[in-house]
T-cell receptor, first 110, second 113 residues
Framework: TQLLEQSPQFLSIQEGENLTVYCNSSSVFSSLQWYRQEPGEGPVLLVTVVTGGEVKKLKRLTFQFGDARKDSSLHITAAQPGDTGLYLC??????????WGAGTKLIIKP | NAGVTQTPKFRILKIGQSMTLQCAQD?????MYWYRQDPGMGLKLIYYSVGAGITDKGEVPNGYNVSRSTTEDFPLRLELAAPSQTSVYFC????????????FGPGTRLTVL
C-alpha cells in the first residue's frame, strides 16, 4: 500500500509567521498535487509539480518537489488568516488514481 | 458552468436503509471519481469512471455501487447502510487523467444511525 504522510497534522500560528508543511512517501510519483480545502467545501487545486527538484511559487506559497520525486513541501511566507484551511497533497500513482495524504489543518490567528 | 454538483448536501440514514448520492458535471470531463473523507484520514477512492459505461473499483468499494450511463452523471448507491459508512462523500471529475486537475463537488455529509 502506497502512503503519503503529511506533517504536521495540525498547525496553529500567528499572522505574519512563516511555516512549512511536508508530504513524504517511500514511493516515487510521476507528479504531485497540492489542494486546499475550506470547511464545508471540496478541495481546490493549488499547484501540480512534475519534475524532480521543481519549485513553483504562488504569491506567498512556495511548493517544492523532491529530487527523487518521493516528497514535497509547501512553504508559506508571512501567513495570513485567509490561508487557514486543510492542505492536502496527492501523488499520481497511475493514470486513474491519486494517493492522498491525510492533510495538514492550518489555522492562522489574526 | 456549475462545475460539479452533488445532492443531497446532508442526509441521515438508519442502519439497513439504502440511498443514492447524485453527482453531475457540466465540463464534459471523461473521468469521474467518488471519494469518502473521514476525519484525519484524507480522501479514500471508492469508485472511478473513465467514461460513460466504464467504471472500476477504487481503494474502498465494499458496500457501494456506481453506474455511468452518461458523461455528465455518476451516481453512487449505498445498499444496506452501516454506521461505518458515516462520512463526507465527494464527487470529482477531471478531463483526462488523475494528473489533471480534479474538480470537486461540495460534498454530501452522511450519517448512519
Amino acid at each position: 500500500t502506497q502512503l503519503l504522510e503529511q506533517s504536521p497534522q495540525f498547525l496553529s500560528i500567528q499572522e505574519g509567521e512563516n511555516l512549512t508543511v511536508y508530504c513524504n512517501s517511500s514511493s516515487v510519483f510521476s507528479s504531485l498535487q497540492w489542494y486546499r480545502q475550506e470547511p464545508g467545501e471540496g478541495p481546490v487545486l493549488l499547484v501540480t509539480v512534475v519534475t524532480g527538484g521543481e519549485v513553483k511559487k504562488l504569491k506567498r506559497l512556495t511548493f517544492q518537489f523532491g529530487d527523487a520525486r518521493k516528497d514535497s513541501s509547501l512553504h508559506i511566507t508571512a501567513a495570513q488568516p485567509g490561508d487557514t484551511g486543510l492542505y492536502l497533497c496527492a501523488g499520481a500513482h497511475s493514470n486513474y488514481q491519486l494517493i492522498w495524504g491525510a492533510g495538514t489543518k492550518l489555522i492562522i490567528k489574526p | 458552468n456549475a462545475g460539479v454538483t452533488q445532492t443531497p448536501k446532508f442526509r441521515i440514514l438508519k442502519i439497513g436503509q439504502s440511498m443514492t448520492l447524485q453527482c453531475a458535471q457540466d465540463m464534459n470531463h471523461n473521468y469521474m471519481y467518488w471519494y469518502r473523507q473521514d476525519p484525519g484520514m484524507g480522501l479514500k477512492l471508492i469508485y472511478y469512471s473513465v467514461g460513460a459505461g466504464i467504471t472500476d473499483k477504487g481503494e474502498v468499494p465494499n458496500g457501494y455501487n456506481v453506474s455511468r450511463s452518461t458523461t455528465e452523471d455518476f451516481p453512487l448507491r449505498l445498499e444496506l447502510a452501516a454506521p461505518s459508512q458515516t462520512s463526507v462523500y465527494f464527487c470529482a471529475s477531471s478531463y483526462k487523467t488523475s494528473t489533471d486537475t480534479q474538480y470537486f463537488g461540495p460534498g454530501t455529509r452522511l450519517t448512519v444511525l
